[in-house]
């Protein structure tokens, strides 16, 4: 998934285990049920901060690959995959967007299956269990 927004205070994108209720006040990442990278560059799972991605602004395209036989998701940043990724997600996962501001929009560029993953490790990774 690839997307681009504009006129956002804080703008997230992430992954839910059960289709996420934004009418709770709750912000993607802050729960046991979903993970997120968010504007600032930190990923959140379960309120826990696991900085080291890069910060992202309007116009920046986010993208996200889900691998489900591997269990994990893993954030890209214009093309270039991000360090933190998630490991042992959940076995069924929601896409979700968080937008901080009212009137604001989020653009959902491509959405698409692939057959062979582009994920290769890398020394500067950074590993994020999901915490059920």
């Known amino acids: 998934m690839r997307l681009r927004g ?20 709750e912000c993607i990442g802050n729960d046991a049920e979903s993970c997120d990278y968010y ?4 990923c ?7 900085p080291g991605n890069e910060r ?5 395209k986010i993208g996200m ?9 893993s954030f890209y ?3 270039r995959r991000q360090p933190v990724y998630f490991a042992n997600i959940p076995r069924r996962v929601y896409f979700a967007a ?3 501001k009212t009137g604001a ?8 299956r692939r057959k062979k993953s582009s994920f290769k490790r890398g020394p500067s990774d950074i590993k994020a269990e999901w915490k059920f």
Do not use: Y
């Open 6 to 25: 504009t006129g956002f205070l804080q703008l997230a994108v992430g992954i839910c285990q059960v289709p996420w209720d934004h009418t709770q006040g």
């Open 39 to 42: 504007s600032d560059g930190n």
């Open 44 to 50: 959140f799972q379960n309120g826990d901060s696991n």
């Open 56 to 60: 992202w602004v309007d116009k920046d």
């Open 65 to 73: 690959e889900v691998n489900m036989k591997l269990r994990q998701v």
């Open 77 to 79: 940043k214009n093309g």
């Open 98 to 100: 968080g937008i901080g």
């Open 105 to 112: 929009t989020c653009t959902i560029i491509k959405l698409a």
